[in-house]
């Protein structure tokens, strides 16, 4: 059983930056944020090959956000620039096999984290 710890969440007004961190048990292939807004579906955000460092990302987060990884801390990292109301939700850290590497689907992703908070306010 993979354990994956979030941190990192807050309040910031638009235009300000997050770093969120997820701390994993163990390492996965594939790693992913997605987020969750209230009466919404959660939704995929940022993905990442653990193996090479090869990235993929939702179209509303591109050139704002970047996903990246720490192999000697096995922890994966979303840092969030240029952050906008809509970016409002609870984020979540997702692992999951080499198969899950593109998909936005989060059915493709094993193991998830609780979840940090991010709200942005206007």
């Known amino acids: 059983q993979v354990q994956l710890v979030e941190s990192g969440g807050g309040l910031v007004q638009a235009g300000g930056s997050l770093k969120l961190s997820c701390a994993a048990s163990?390492?996965?292939?594939?790693m992913g944020w997605f987020r969750q807004a209230p009466g919404k579906e959660r939704q995929f955000v940022a993905g990442?090959?653990?193996?090479?460092?090869?990235?993929y990302y939702a179209d509303s987060v591109k050139g704002r956000f970047t996903i990246s990884r720490d192999n000697a801390k096995n922890t994966v990292f979303l840092q969030m620039n240029s952050l906008k109301p809509e970016d409002t939700g609870r984020y979540y850290c997702?692992?999951?096999?080499?198969?899950?590497?593109?998909?936005?689907?989060?059915?493709?992703?094993?193991?998830w984290g609780q979840g940090t908070q991010v709200t942005v306010s206007s």
């Open positions: 997702a692992a999951g096999s080499s198969g899950a590497f593109g998909s936005t689907w989060q059915r493709s992703y094993d193991y």
């Open positions: 163990e390492r996965r292939n594939t």
């Open positions: 990442i090959s653990w193996n090479d460092g090869n990235t």
